[in-house]
């Protein structure tokens, strides 16, 4: 497979041995395969590890019979959008970036568990109209074998579409996405995960612009501390709850970095400030279903 030098890697793992390496040129010879069979592709296409991955596969399986799909909202933070922007134009991927309207769905508003589903329903009802414009066979996206494990509507919105994933299909692990990744250049290949901020709300408290932006700017405050993997939950009071990795929580109470943290948590609205002692968790917040 031809390298996409976008960025420049960061070692930090070992990625393991030959065997290993084996097993992923397999996947990676199938994933080409199955994208091509499927002769012409929209991605669902966010910027993060997977979808990265997919759209710079597809590049090549399928040439100029793939494009990239953005949705653009209070949901997502800016820099995501930028970095989907950046990341198609160096592959030579056309990309369209979708306003989506999500706070004037008052069920979404809401913010049932199915939140993630009433969301896709309309990016997938999007994205699948314009694909009959363009006459594109398919819909896809970066679903990998570790999303099967969590609570994810979404994946329901999906199969109402007739998404395809061809990842999963493949046999990826977030493992794999991230070595084949790092191995062909992509700059993507260590970031981290990034699910819509509406996440960072518990289930039936209402998500509102006000919010959103809070808790973008919150977890902006942490990741220029050098917090790494960082949640600002926004939960009643209004409490910000952060969750940071484990062996991070020692340095979040050191007594400056603590007080800078309230002062500024406080100036974003929260009027009460907290740990979460656990640590930062994916989905944290299906906890309670």
Known sequence: MQSQKIGRSRPRHDL??????????IKSARLGRILSSLGSVVVAFSGGVDSALLLAVGKEALDD??????????????????????????????HIILETKELEDAGFVSN?????????????????????????NFITDG??????GDYRPGMKAAGEFGVRSPLLEAGFTKADVRALSREIGLETWDILAGPCLASRIPYEENITPAKLEAIEKGENLLAGLGFREVRVRYTAGPTARIEVEPEEIERMLD???????????????????TLDLQGYRTGSMNEVL
């Open 16 to 25: 393991g041995d030959k065997e290993v390496d084996e097993s992923l040129a």
């Open 65 to 94: 019979g793939i494009i990239a799909v953005t949705a653009s909202s209070p949901l997502y933070p800016a820099a995501f959008i930028e970095r989907a922007s950046r990341i198609a134009r160096l592959l030579g991927v056309e």
């Open 112 to 136: 049932p568990p199915e939140r993630c589903y009433l969301c896709k329903r309309e990016l997938y009802g999007t994205i699948a109209r314009i694909a009959a414009e363009r006459g594109v």
């Open 143 to 148: 679903t990998q074998a570790d999303d099967t």
């Open 255 to 273: 007594s400056a970095v603590r007080n800078r943290i309230v002062r500024e948590m406080k100036c974003l609205g929260f009027r009460y400030v």
